[in-house]
């Protein structure tokens, strides 16, 4: 799954990204393991990847504390919602990754988000 994760990422990475990535390694934790309905529901996993790589300079230690972003963790804002901002970003906020991911792959990150949760953090 990484695999085809890295494959969809080198645009992104190469136009949105690059400058950011460097800060964002650190302080990750394993994901657990998918459920079996991981193709539907998205992979956390993948999710995880992707979030690292991209996500992660804004909304800081994974998504679980707020930093130039918001903490997604524990986020009671529905999957719609999510998906939405995903796509649509906000102006002169967020970026808008609408064309950069598959339908997989975002629903892979409302995985990952949703994985915090159960996490309690
Ligand atoms: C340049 C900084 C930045 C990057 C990069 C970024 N975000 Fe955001 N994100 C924000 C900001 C700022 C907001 C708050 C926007 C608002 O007011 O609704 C936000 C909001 C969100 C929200 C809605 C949270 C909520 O509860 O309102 C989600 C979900 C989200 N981002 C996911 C992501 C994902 C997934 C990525 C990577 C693919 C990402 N973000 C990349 C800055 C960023």
């Not at 136009?15 to 990535?21: E, F, G, K, S, W």
């Not at 064309?99 to 309690?120: H, M, N, P």
Request: proline share 7%; net charge positive.
């Amino acid at each position: 799954m990484i695999r085809i994760c890295r494959l969809g990422l080198g645009l992104t990475l190469a136009t949105v990204a690059v400058p950011l990535v460097t800060v964002v390694a650190q302080g990750q934790q394993p994901s657990p393991a998918p459920p079996a309905s991981a193709a539907a529901a998205g992979d956390p996993a993948t999710g995880e990847q992707i979030f690292v790589n991209l996500c992660g300079f804004c909304h800081q230690d994974g998504g679980r504390v707020a930093g130039r972003g918001p903490k997604l963790a524990g986020t009671d804002r529905p999957d719609d919602y999510l998906v939405n901002r995903i796509r649509t970003g906000k102006e002169g906020a967020m970026p808008a990754y609408g064309r950069a991911f598959t339908e997989a792959q975002v629903r892979s990150l409302v995985a990952y988000i949703r994985s915090l949760k159960a996490d309690g953090q």
